[in-house]
């Protein structure tokens, strides 16, 4: 019968589960209910094992979807060559001095001679 016809008719397989005498697990796969008998009659007949089940098994729908996720890959980011100043134009100043302006509530760097805002913006 062929997988189709099966679902079609909603007929169900029958497993048999048994174990050998070397203690492994073995398993046969039955068309209908009178297979799996007949099988569990030629393992205690011809082979001797009597530990045997026998299990109805039912198809359970599933449905299968295709899922794809991008992702985006991060740019290296790009080489950044140091700037070599010669020693001739660097200016030695030493650290900024801040000076409050209480008429505008400014900062003042008084090395640099600028004017910063409240949040240190120009």
Same mark, same amino acid.
């Given at each position: 019968? &062929? +997988?189709?016809? %099966?679902?079609?008719l909603?007929? !169900?397989?029958?497993?048999?589960?048994?174990?050998?005498?070397?203690?492994? &697990?073995?398993?046969?796969? &039955?068309?209908? @209910?009178? #297979?799996? +008998?007949?099988?569990?009659? #030629?393992? @205690?007949?011809?082979? *001797?094992?009597?530990?045997?089940?026998?299990?109805?098994?039912?198809?359970?729908p599933?449905?299968?979807?295709?899922?794809?996720?991008?992702?985006? =890959?991060?740019?290296? !980011? /790009? &080489?950044?060559?140091?700037? %070599? +100043?010669? !020693?001739?134009?660097?200016? +030695? @100043? =030493? !650290? /900024?001095?801040w000076? *409050?302006?209480?008429?505008?509530?400014? $900062?003042?760097?008084?090395? $640099?001679?600028? %004017?910063?805002? @409240?949040?240190?913006?120009g």
């Open positions: 019968m &062929a +997988v189709q016809d %099966r679902r079609e909603s007929v !169900p397989m029958h497993m048999v589960v048994y174990r050998t005498d070397d203690g492994e &697990a073995g398993y046969y796969q &039955a068309e209908d @209910l009178e #297979h799996a +008998v007949e099988f569990v009659e #030629h393992l @205690l007949n011809d082979e *001797m094992i009597s530990d045997s089940l026998i299990y109805r098994m039912e198809e359970v599933i449905e299968i979807r295709s899922y794809y996720r991008v992702e985006l =890959g991060r740019p290296k !980011p /790009p &080489a950044i060559e140091p700037i %070599r +100043v010669p !020693p001739s134009e660097t200016s +030695v @100043l =030493g !650290p /900024p001095t000076a *409050m302006d209480e008429r505008s509530g400014e $900062a003042e760097i008084a090395a $640099a001679g600028r %004017r910063l805002g @409240l949040f240190g913006t």
